[in-house]
């Protein structure tokens, strides 16, 4: 029997929808002013909204529909390089250099740019973990997900891409503003838009996506300075951008302003670039958007997992991770860690595509060589 999606909910999917993800998906389609729905090829299972969801509301705030890595997102630029450039003779060298220029947990001492210290947060307590993780975390990579990777497109040319976010202090802003929200047993917590509260929120959360903006430019920055002193490669600096996929931000659909929040899901409007990675050891890809209304001018965000890191950590051997990363250089100094983020653990990259042709289009395939991760 095939399941029926509610009326305001519109799906992409590559493959069929759990049952605890069809929950969580009716339970925000059932949230107060919610307006629309558009769940993206990716979606997989999440605290409160699964990644991979779009939701539009009319005057509502649902920071669990953003998460808690605001601004999360990813950063390419290309270089005056072919890819054979990352060879054996330079790989040790490189790793040496990522791990000095770009830490996976904080600097030793840094400070953050001047546009991101003069603007304050909402909250003395906020404020402070901004002066302090804020600082030292700016620039490093985090681990989990998050990964910097040298590729070669199918052209030969050798590319960088970063994923990371807002570190800390996105995780801080939503645990404070949701932890101020008065709530029912069963209710999605959410703030008005047109409040005090609501205010203080799209601030601070404005903030933290325009730190992760500048932190993936730092790490871009760092790890290509690093590929300049080992081998001469410079950047082309007109081939960089950015896209983030954890977010909220007025925008008009279906002929109204609307509150779309994008959790795990990049904005997708008529030829906007984008980039959808596959996971460590596979493809990914330059992409531009389609524009489609009814995905709320959305695509998804990745390849998403298949398995959720606690079945990945049951499931995956050490020799299977070994094995899909033979042709890619890495280091890991334990192998276990490494079991949550094997290819094994995610979605076919290709199937995701496939099953989102209406809300993008492939521009450029791109395959690793190095991958640079935190486990």
């Known amino acids: 029997m095939t399941y029926k999606l509610p009326d305001k909910v519109k799906a992409w999917l590559a493959q069929p929808m759990p049952a605890d993800v069809r929950r969580a998906v009716e339970r925000i389609a059932r949230a107060s002013d919610v307006r629309h729905v558009a769940i993206m090829p990716d979606v997989h299972l999440a605290r409160d909204v699964c990644v991979g969801t779009v939701v539009a509301t009319t005057d509502l705030i649902y920071p669990a529909a953003v998460g808690s890595d605001i601004g999360c997102g990813i950063a390419a630029i290309a270089f005056d ?28 001492s840094a400070t953050l740019p001047r546009e991101l210290a003069e603007q304050p947060l909402s909250d003395r307590k906020l404020e402070s973990i901004r002066r302090h993780d804020g600082a030292v975390q700016f620039g490093t990579l985090g681990r989990g997900n998050h990964f910097l990777e040298f590729q070669a497109d199918d052209d030969g040319r050798l590319w960088l891409m970063v994923h990371s976010g807002s570190r800390a202090i996105g995780q801080a802003i939503r645990d404070f503003h949701e932890s101020a929200i008065a709530t029912r047993a069963g209710q999605m917590r959410y703030i008005e838009a ?34 300049r002193k080992c081998a001469g490669a410079h950047v082309d600096p007109a081939s960089y951008f950015d896209c983030d996929h954890n977010h909220v931000r007025r925008e008009a659909h279906f002929g109204v302003e609307l509150w779309v929040h994008r959790k795990g899901a990049m904005s997708a409007d008529a030829d906007e670039p984008g980039m959808v990675p596959g996971s460590m050891g596979t493809e990914s890809f330059h992409v531009r958007g389609r524009g489609n209304p009814e995905s709320l001018r959305s695509t998804s965000h990745g390849a998403g997992r298949a398995m959720s890191r606690e079945q990945a950590r049951r499931c995956v051997r050490v020799d299977q991770v070994q094995r899909s990363m033979r042709n890619v250089h890495y280091q890991i100094a ?32 791109l395959r690793p060589l190095l991958s640079y991760k935190g486990g």
């Open 194 to 227: 047109d409040s005090a509260r609501g205010a203080a929120y799209l601030t601070d959360a404005a903030w933290a996506r325009a730190y992760a903006r500048a932190s993936r430019r730092a790490m871009i920055d760092a790890a290509a300075e690093v590929l």
């Open 81 to 108: 390089a072919d890819a054979t450039l990352i060879g054996e003779g330079e790989v040790e060298r490189l790793f040496d250099g990522l791990a000095a220029a770009v830490p996976i947990h904080r600097h030793r």
């Open 334 to 365: 334990d192998p276990n860690a490494f079991r949550e983020e094997s290819p094994a653990a995610y979605k076919d990259i290709r199937a995701v595509l496939r099953a989102e042709a209406e809300l993008t289009r492939i521009v450029r395939r």
